[in-house]
């Protein structure tokens, strides 16, 4: 498949904004230093010969920028040696691609390496770039918009807050665009420091290597609304306490099922590792806040424990550790980077083979980016080089589910579909 560039070239808020040199807070610190890249299809089901016009596309981003001015700057050391934004205007890269392929002859569930780097910027290694588009036409007259985002300054849910403001400008919707916050205030470490609980999800010891990763592979599996209607009634059978949430619900069911896969010995410790947002958990909750606002957290088990009980008992051990998140854990973090900012602290990364992964989008509002030519039919997102990560998202509609993706090695990946389905026959006969 051979990609045309049609062009290349930053786009700049349309009006002034504020010139200012924004320090990152320790939330920032511990985001992964990559770019966040996400794929929107959008179908041109009615054959329109204007559908997704560059001029309004840019149009809309210019004045998006305007809102969510630090994505326009670039990432820079300060004097102090601590992370900062440059709010310089410079722009986000914006491009324009033609590909002479259709929607339907490419895979996009999952996709591979190959297909996913087509749509997504080049970048050089050193790039300070923060955002960074690209719009590719099809030969079928659909679009896809990749979106590369550098976690170092926003989220996963901040980064959709203003995808969804730049769409609903596109489409002229004014009166439901709900300004960014970035008041730091809030989630500042306090002085002197309190630090009331350990962070298992996090290391300081960088000197540990991650076990050689086999060759990984993706695959897909959903989940509809009714198997999660199922799933959420065997997780609270028996159980004293509220309803599990969905996310509860499928991250126990995928452990479970990974920890039986792989065949681990009874007795082996077993960890599941995922990332909760804090903007409605901290007081005062900070709901429009544009910035790193999760915190990794993990749920731990002997894996005999895990293979042999009910899914009720996985679901509460997860539910515990998010229940755990309260202020008083998410200020207690945020001084723990504070005491700990000149040893370079990181999510751990040197997971082993009992240990799993969850990425979630669940419940952001992916498919809310209408530009005045309809939602996209399909967005994706997951990465193509992670072994034993699980990816969660909703599908589009009201009534739809949710699809994981997950990546296993071979081997393991082969094993974790039978106890899958396995699974999913013994709740859906309850």
């Known amino acids: 498949m051979t990609l045309e560039i049609l062009q290349s070239s930053l786009v700049i808020p349309s009006d002034d904004t504020p010139r200012e040199r924004l320090s990152l807070l320790n939330l920032d610190r511990v985001a992964v230093r990559k770019h966040n890249c996400t794929i929107y299809l959008f179908k041109n089901n009615e054959g329109d010969k204007d559908f997704f016009s560059v001029e309004v596309l840019k149009s809309a981003l210019a004045k998006a920028l305007v809102m969510f001015y630090p994505l326009a ?33 490419i895979q996009f569930e999952p996709m591979s390496p190959e297909n996913r780097d087509l749509f997504f910027p080049k970048q050089p290694q050193s790039s300070s770039l923060l955002e960074m588009l690209q719009v590719t036409y099809l030969k079928c007259g659909s679009v896809v ?48 420091p309190q630090i009331n609980f350990d962070f298992p999800a ?30 959420k009634i065997r ?4 159980r004293n306490t509220s309803n599990v949430s969905t996310f509860v619900a499928v991250s126990a069911l995928v452990w479970k099922c990974y920890c039986k896969a792989q065949g681990l010995a009874p007795s082996t410790m077993s960890r599941l590792y995922f990332t909760a947002d804090i903007r409605n958990r901290i007081h005062p909750p900070i709901p429009a806040y544009f910035g790193n606002g999760v915190i990794r957290l993990s749920a731990s088990s002997e894996v005999s424990k895990i293979t042999s009980s009910r899914i009720g008992e ?25 005491v700990m900012h000149e040893r370079k602290v990181s999510v751990i990364t040197d997971i082993t083979e009992s240990d799993l992964r969850i990425r979630t989008i669940l419940g952001m509002p992916i498919y809310d980016l209408d530009f005045g030519w309809g939602s996209p039919q399909l967005v994706s997102w997951e990465r193509c080089t992670e072994n034993r990560v699980v990816y969660l998202m909703n599908e589009p509609g009201e009534d739809a589910g949710i699809k994981a993706v997950v990546s296993l090695d071979s081997s393991t990946m082969k094993q974790f579909q039978k106890v899958f389905y396995e699974e999913l026959m013994l709740f859906a006969d309850e």
């Open 73 to 105: 700057g670039r990432h820079i050391i300060g004097h102090d040696g601590r992370d900062q934004i440059d709010c310089n205007a410079e722009g986000v890269l914006f491009v324009v691609a033609r590909l002479e392929r259709t929607a339907d002859s």
């Open 145 to 192: 918009l990749g979106t590369s985002t550098n976690h170092i300054l926003v989220d996963g849910r901040g980064a959709a807050h203003f995808f969804q403001t730049w769409s609903r400008i596109a489409r002229g919707d004014l009166t439901s665009i709900v300004p960014p916050s970035f008041d730091r205030t809030p989630l500042r470490a306090r002085c002197p």
């Open 202 to 231: 996090y290391m300081t010891d960088l000197t540990e290597k991650e076990d050689k990763p086999k060759s990984c592979g993706l695959n897909l599996f959903k989940l509809s609304k009714e198997q999660i209607r199922h799933l």
């Open 235 to 238: 997780c609270n059978k028996g």
């Open 314 to 338: 996985v679901a509460g051990s997860v539910k515990a550790v998010i229940d755990g998140l309260t202020d008083d854990y998410i200020r207690s973090f945020i001084d723990y980077m504070e």
